[in-house]
């Protein structure tokens, strides 16, 4: 007499032993893992969808998706509409997203990638945020042989004579650039500083969008090389930036080379972690007088 196939909630309780030396993998509940395939589905339209098209996008036949689906209602994780009979997410999982986005802290996010990208790129990383004087180190990753230059945690960096501080004018509001980049400019030179509206900084702040980092041979440091990369949130919106600095005849800076890969690589990993998704999010950059 052949067994009953496990229901729905029925977890998976045969576990292979692992090999001498590893951890074995924790026991799953299948049913949660095949209905996460109709929340994912729903959350990548984000539209809502018929029965067949939904089933398609998350791999497998109408009749079992369906049992899912009316679970997911039961909860309010997905809502159906009475005109069309189309399904969407539903009030809890907006709930449930906005309390994740809230529990998110971009530091935190980004400090376990930081010291990564140290380790493999074996060059020196620092985590900046935009403070209220302008471009910030929050964290400062060293390699096994440091290269000595001045900075520290707290470093407050230029605006326009950073390739971490012209990252940051790339992606913020003009208004808090041209504010910071003003009080900047009283402080060290006096006066009033016109900058940003030079064609010169337009075009270099357009360059650093259309190629996603910032590059610096030799700047502002002689000797020092710098590349540096966004980190955006789920609005689009510039979170903080990750910035390597290494020596000019061991790095080349180069955006496509290993290193500039590597960065790019952490640097969406953080994106991604705080909700960004550029298929579905557009960068924002304002242009806020």
Known sequence: ?????PSIGA?????????????????RIQSIDVGMRVLQALTE????????????????????AHPYLVSFMAAGMVKQSPLTGHYELGPMALQMGLAALQQLDALTEASQEAALLCDQADLSVALCVWGHL???VVRL????????????????????NTITGRVFAAYLPERMVRSVLEDEH?????????????????QMLADIR??????????????????????????????????????????????NG????????????VSRRLGFNPALVKIKHQQIR
């Open 134 to 136: 302008g471009p910030t």
């Open 258 to 269: 290993p290193a500039g890969q590597l960065l790019r690589k952490h640097a969406d990993a």
């Open 45 to 64: 339209e984000r539209r809502p969808l018929p029965l067949k098209a939904l089933a398609q996008r998350a791999d497998m036949p109408p009749g079992k």
């Open 210 to 255: 259309a190629a996603g980092m910032g590059r610096g041979l030799s700047t502002p440091q002689p000797g020092v090389n710098t590349l540096s990369a966004p980190v955006f949130d789920a609005d689009g919106k510039i979170a903080l930036v990750f910035t390597v600095i290494g020596p000019h005849g061991l790095f080349d800076a180069e955006i």
């Open 141 to 160: 990753d060293e390699p096994r042989y440091p290269l000595h230059v001045n900075l520290r945690v707290g470093t407050v960096m230029s605006v326009f």
């Open 11 to 27: 977890t998976q309780d045969r576990v292979d032993p692992a090999p001498e030396g590893e951890v074995r993998p924790q026991r």
């Open 1 to 5: 007499m052949s067994k009953p196939a």
């Open 186 to 202: 009283r402080r060290v030179v006096g006066g009033g500083s016109g900058a940003y509206d030079s064609a010169e900084v337009r």
